[in-house]
């Protein structure tokens, strides 16, 4: 099959971690073609290689990646239909492995465990859930409240009710198949420092680019 007729067709991700020091096409997203040997030899195409002492984060623009598949092919049409720019990360797991990782993530989960129960008791102890409390127990049953009793327990039990519910977990286990408050919240996150750290390396100049 001819070069001049084949249409090769490119999805970059906004965001990719790598192991790998090296980087290639097929590294930065989804790429189909009806020349299977044009695509082979396409996704093989070296676009970056990350050092031990530069910076371990790149930012290529399409544009970039455009450029070397024609120097190869350049006779072959290519369309993108992704990103426009690509943040490339090169992850060393041997780093985030050992004991000092379990040390981190037992003082994240008492951060936020302790924490949000001072949240919480912060918030009730400004309303004055007490004196609440009592007053409507003397509204119900016309009686003075003497301490404790079914109206803070039910609250109680309907709070962690209503967090679990919110929260759409019980341990590891999801209620629904939708995704968590948490996990949209994490995702808008990262969209968010993706587009911020390539709009940053773009005005640096830092970005892999046409010139």
């Not at 993108?80 to 994240?108: R, Y």
Request: aromatic share 8%; glycine share 8%; with cysteine.
């Amino acid at each position: 099959m001819s070069t001049s007729s084949v249409t090769l067709y490119i999805k970059a991700e906004q965001n990719i971690e790598l192991q790998s020091e090296d980087v290639y096409v097929k590294d930065i997203g989804k790429l189909t073609c009806t020349d299977e040997a044009v695509l082979a030899k396409v996704k093989t195409i070296k676009l970056h290689h990350f050092k031990k002492d530069a910076p371990q984060r790149q930012v290529i623009s399409i544009l970039k990646v455009i450029e070397e598949i024609n120097k190869l092919y350049p006779n072959v049409t290519v369309e993108s239909l992704g990103e426009t720019d690509t943040l490339l990360e090169h992850i060393n797991i041997n780093k985030h492995k050992g004991f000092i990782q379990w040390i981190k993530l037992a003082f994240v989960a008492a951060v936020s465990f302790f924490g949000t129960a001072f949240t919480i008791m912060a918030f009730h102890n400004d309303i004055g859930i007490n004196d609440v409390f009592t007053k409507v127990y003397g509204m119900v049953t016309g009686q003075q409240g003497d301490g404790y009793g079914i109206l803070e327990l039910a609250y109680s039990a309907g709070l962690a009710i209503g967090i679990i519910v919110f929260f759409n977990h019980i341990g590891g286990r999801r209620i629904t198949k939708d995704p968590t408050p948490i996990e949209v919240e994490m995702r808008v996150y990262e969209t968010d420092v993706n587009k911020a750290l390539i709009e940053t390396a773009d005005r640096e100049g830092k970005t892999m680019d046409v010139r």
